[in-house]
C-alpha cells in the first residue's frame, strides 16, 4: 500500500496522506498537483511528499481521485522556498502556495501556454541541423533559419505542422523574438557610482547583500540597471521588487527605456490572466526582467541572478493580513538558497538592515552626492505653539509658501493623512463620530460629503444635526490633505494646487496627469500623503512643509519615529532645484524633542544611531527577536481570555512572553482583537516555542472557536 503526502489550501499547518494505486505512483512527483476528497468538497492539493510504503493502518486513507500534472507546475526551487516560509512564518503550507501559484492552476486548470513571440533553436536542433539528411527541406531551412539567432513567428516561413514536429523532437523552443533595441545610451558613471559598481561586481561570485544608501538623486537606479544588464549578459533573469509600481512610473519608464520590451510587470491590479502569462514566462526563463511589487517575490524563475530590492525601508514589502510576510526578507532568503546577490537601495534604511550593514553582514554601499550635485536641504524646525494656525498651517509656513511662488518656485506640503478632518465634533454635547465597528473616529471627507472610517471602509452621509443631540454645531477638528488642499486654494487663488492621495490619485493615469501639471508648471503647489515620497522627480520644487510630526512623537507604535525619520527625510529630498539647495520646514509643537532636534540638525543617519541605541535599551528589533500571536473574535473579552489560557503554554528558556493585552485599536471591524507579545535575543528559541505552541494550538477545542494567527517579525505591535 502506497501514500503521498498532500497540501491541501485549507488553514491547518499540516500535509494529507492519501492512498496512491501503484499504475499511478510512477507519475506522482514532487509538485505536481491531484485532486483529493476532503470531507464532502473535493480539493486540489499538491504532491509535498513522494508515495512510501505505509505499513499499517492506510485502508482508512482515501484515495487520490486525479493526477493533474505529468510535470511538476512548481519548481522545487519555489516549492522548497514556499516550505521555509511556511515553517518560518508559522502559517499553513496551502496558504503560502496560494500565494506563489496563478488563480487557475490553484482551481486546477492546466497550465495555460505562454504566449510566444517566436522561436529558439535548441542544442539538440543545432546537432540535428549537422545530420537531418537534405529530403527534410522544410525542417532543415526551418533549423537553419533560427541558426543565428531567435525569430518571431511571422519571420518564418515554416508552416504550424513543421513547427509542431520540431517543438516535438526539442530542436526547438518557444523563445522571444529578441527585443528592440533600447533606444538610449547609457550614461558614463560618475567616480562615485563607478566605485561603487567596482564593489558590486566583487561580489558577484554568489550570494551577498549589498545596502546600497544613497540620497535621493545619488544614481542607486542608475546602478541598478547596470546590475540587471550584467545579470542578463551572463543569460540570467533579474527581479526588481519596488513598492508600489503604478505610483512609480519613472522607474518602470527607465527600465524599458534600456531594456525595451525584456521587461515584465507584476502586480495586484493586472487580470488573473495577465498574471498568469507573467508567471509562465519567468518559468520558462522568457521574461528577463520582472518589475514587481511584494507578490513578485514567489514568481517561478528558472534561472534567477539577481533580486534588486527598492525602497528597502518601505513598510509595502511586509504583507499586513492572512500570510504575514516581509517581501524583502523571503527575497534575501531566496537569493542565498540560490546563491545569487541581493541588492537593497534606499536612501534610509530600515533600522534592521542598517544594524545588519554596520556588523558585516551585509556589505554597506553608499552614495553621499547627488549626480547633479544639488546640495542637501535645509531642515528647520518651526515651533508652532501659540501661533495662530490657518487649518493647520502657521503664518511663516504660509510666508515661505508666498516667497517661493513668488520666485518662481513650487511648494510641497506633506501630511500623511487623507481626508478633510479626522474628527467630526459637537461643540455643544461633545459627541464626535464614531465607527460603530472600530475603536476609531470617522473621517469627515468634504469632497464626497462622506464620513469613512479609515480602518474598516464603512461610511455614511455626514449628518447635518448632532445626533446626540440635534445641535447643528457640528466642527471639523484637525486637518488631512483635503483640508489643506482647499486652504492653499483660498490663500493663494492665482496658483493651482494639485493634490497627492489615494482619494484623488485613483490610477495610474491620473497620477501621470498630476505629475505632467508640476512638470510642466500648470501647477505649482503640491499636497500630499506618503505617495509624495516614492521617487518622483519634482525639478522645480523649492520649498517642502511638513504639516506636522507630532503624530509619530506622541505614538505607542515602536517603529513611529523610524517612519516618521523616513519619510520625512524622502520628502525633503524632493527640494531642490538646478544646483540650489531646497529649504524644509517641519511644523511641531514638540520643538525641543531630542529625536526631532536629531533628525533637523545631523539627519536620518544619526537618528539611526539614537533608535539603535534606544532599541539595544529596551531590547527591541534588531537586537531581539519579535513575534506576535494574534486573536479576534465577535465577543468581547473572549480573544484575551484564551490568550490567556494559553500563555503557559510559550514558557521556555530564553523567551520573554508577555502579558496578553488587548491591540492597539481594541475593535476593528466589528472584532475584538487581543496579541501576546513574545520576545527572545535567539531566533531558535523563539521559534520553538513557536512552533511546540502552535502544533498544540490545532489540538485545542478552544481556538476553534475564534481566529488566531501568528505574526513573526510583526511590523507593528498595534
Ligand atoms: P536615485 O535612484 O538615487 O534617486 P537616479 O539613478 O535616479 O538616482 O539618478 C538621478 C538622476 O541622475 C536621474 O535623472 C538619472 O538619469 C541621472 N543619472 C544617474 N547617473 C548618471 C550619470 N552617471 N550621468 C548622468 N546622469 C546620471
Ligand atoms: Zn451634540
Ligand atoms: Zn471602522
Known amino acids: 500500500m502506497l501514500a503521498a503526502a498532500i497540501c491541501l489550501p485549507v488553514p491547518l499547518r499540516r500535509s494529507f496522506d492519501y492512498r496512491v494505486d501503484a499504475t499511478l505512483a510512477g507519475r506522482l512527483r ?26 499499517e493502518g492506510a485502508d482508512e486513507l482515501r484515495d487520490i481521485e486525479a493526477v493533474l500534472d505529468d510535470e511538476p507546475p512548481i519548481p522545487a526551487e519555489l516549492l522548497a522556498l514556499c516550505e521555509w516560509a511556511a515553517d518560518y512564518y508559522l502559517h499553513p503550507l496551502g496558504e ?21 513571440g517566436g522561436y529558439a533553436l535548441t542544442a539538440a536542433g543545432r546537432a540535428a541541423l549537422e545530420i537531418l539528411p537534405p529530403r527534410h527541406r ?5 533549423l537553419q533559419a533560427l541558426s543565428t539567432a531567435p525569430r518571431s513567428r511571422a519571420d518564418l516561413a515554416a508552416t504550424a505542422a ?19 533595441t533600447p533606444a538610449s545610451g547609457t550614461p558614463t558613471p560618475t567616480p562615485e557610482q563607478a566605485a561603487a559598481l567596482d564593489r558590486l561586481a566583487a561580489g558577484d561570485a554568489g550570494f551577498a547583500v549589498h545596502l546600497l544608501e ?50 515584465h510587470r507584476f502586480h495586484s491590479t493586472l487580470t488573473d490572466r495577465a498574471r498568469e502569462q507573467v508567471w509562465l514566462r519567468a518559468r520558462d526563463g522568457r521574461a528577463r526582467i520582472v518589475v514587481g511589487t511584494r507578490s513578485a517575490v514567489w514568481l517561478p524563475f528558472a534561472r534567477l541572478g539577481l533580486i534588486v530590492v527598492d525602497e528597502e525601508h518601505d513598510t509595502s514589502y511586509k504583507q499586513q493580513d492572512g500570510f504575514r510576510y516581509s517581501a524583502r526578507d523571503v527575497a ?8 545569487v546577490p541581493v541588492l537593497l537601495g534606499t536612501a534610509t534604511p530600515s533600522l534592521e538592515s542598517l544594524h545588519n550593514a554596520r556588523s558585516g553582514r551585509y556589505r554597506h554601499i553608499r552614495l553621499q552626492r547627488r549626480v547633479h550635485d544639488t546640495p542637501p536641504p535645509q531642515v528647520r524646525v518651526l515651533d508652532v505653539r501659540g501661533l495662530p494656525l490657518d487649518h493647520g498651517l502657521s503664518p511663516p509656513l504660509l510666508q515661505a509658501v508666498d516667497r517661493h511662488l513668488d520666485q518662481g518656485g513650487q511648494a510641497l506640503l506633506f501630511l500623511n493623512r487623507r481626508g478633510y478632518a479626522p474628527v467630526l465634533l459637537c461643540h455643544a454635547c461633545g459627541w464626535n463620530a464614531p465607527c460603530t465597528h472600530c475603536d476609531a473616529h470617522l473621517t469627515l471627507h468634504r469632497g464626497r460629503n462622506r464620513l469613512i472610517c479609515h480602518h474598516c471602509g464603512a461610511q455614511q452621509a455626514v449628518p447635518r444635526h448632532c445626533p446626540s443631540c440635534s445641535a447643528t454645531s457640528l466642527i471639523a477638528v484637525g486637518a488631512g490633505t483635503e483640508r489643506i488642499e482647499q486652504a492653499l486654494a483660498n490663500r493663494f487663488p492665482q496658483y493651482r494646487v494639485a493634490r497627492f492621495d489615494s482619494d484623488r490619485i485613483t490610477s495610474h493615469e491620473a497620477l501621470e496627469r498630476q505629475l505632467a501639471d508640476i512638470r510642466e508648471g500648470r501647477a505649482q503647489i503640491l499636497v500630499g500623503t506618503q505617495i509624495l515620497a516614492k521617487g518622483h522627480d519634482f525639478p522645480g520644487l523649492s520649498l517642502v512643509g511638513i504639516v506636522s510630526a507630532d503624530q509619530a512623537l506622541y505614538g505607542t507604535d515602536f517603529r513611529a519615529v523610524e517612519r516618521m525619520g523616513q519619510l520625512v527625510t524622502q ?10 539647495p531646497g529649504e524644509v520646514w517641519l511644523q511641531t509643537h514638540e520643538p525641543e524633542h531630542p529625536l526631532l532636534q536629531t533628525l533637523a540638525r545631523d539627519g536620518y543617519g544619526a537618528l539611526c544611531d539614537a533608535l539603535l541605541a534606544e532599541r539595544r535599551d529596551t531590547g527591541l528589533p534588531p537586537y531581539a527577536h519579535l513575534a506576535l500571536l494574534r486573536a479576534e473574535a465577535r465577543e468581547a473579552g473572549q480573544a484575551l481570555r484564551f490568550l490567556q489560557l494559553v500563555r503557559p503554554c510559550f514558557e521556555a528558556p530564553d523567551v ?16 475584538a482583537r487581543a496579541q501576546l507579545l513574545l520576545q527572545s535575543a535567539s531566533r531558535a528559541a523563539l521559534h520553538r516555542s513557536l512552533g511546540a505552541v502552535v502544533a498544540r494550538l490545532q489540538q485545542m477545542p478552544e481556538a476553534r472557536r475564534l481566529r488566531w494567527s501568528v505574526d513573526v517579525d510583526p511590523y507593528d505591535l498595534m
Open 30 to 55: 514532487r509538485g505536481c498537483r491531484v485532486r483529493v476528497p476532503f470531507g464532502r468538497r473535493t480539493l486540489v492539493g499538491v504532491v509535498v511528499g513522494a508515495p512510501r510504503e505505509l505499513p
Open 96 to 116: 503560502v502556495l496560494a500565494a506563489a501559484l496563478p488563480a487557475a492552476l490553484r482551481r486546477g486548470a492546466m497550465p495555460a501556454t505562454a504566449q510566444t
Open 138 to 142: 522544410a525542417q532543415r531551412s526551418l
Open 162 to 180: 513543421v513547427l509542431r514536429r520540431a517543438l516535438d523532437a526539442g530542436w526547438i523552443e518557444a523563445a522571444d523574438a529578441p527585443a528592440a
Open 214 to 263: 544613497g540620497v535621493t538623486g545619488s544614481g542607486k537606479t542608475e546602478l541598478y540597471l547596470r546590475r540587471i544588464e550584467a545579470a542578463l549578459a551572463e543569460g540570467r533573469q533579474a527581479l526588481l521588487l519596488a513598492p508600489e509600481i503604478s505610483l512609480t512610473p519613472q522607474l518602470d519608464a527607465r527600465l524599458r527605456e534600456r531594456f525595451g520590451d525584456g521587461v
Open 332 to 339: 534575501i532568503l531566496r537569493a542565498q538558497r540560490l546563491d
Open 571 to 580: 520628502v525633503a529630498g524632493r527640494a531642490g532645484r538646478a544646483g540650489q
Open 656 to 671: 520573554t512572553v508577555y502579558e496578553p493585552l488587548p491591540s492597539g485599536m481594541e475593535r476593528r471591524a466589528g472584532l
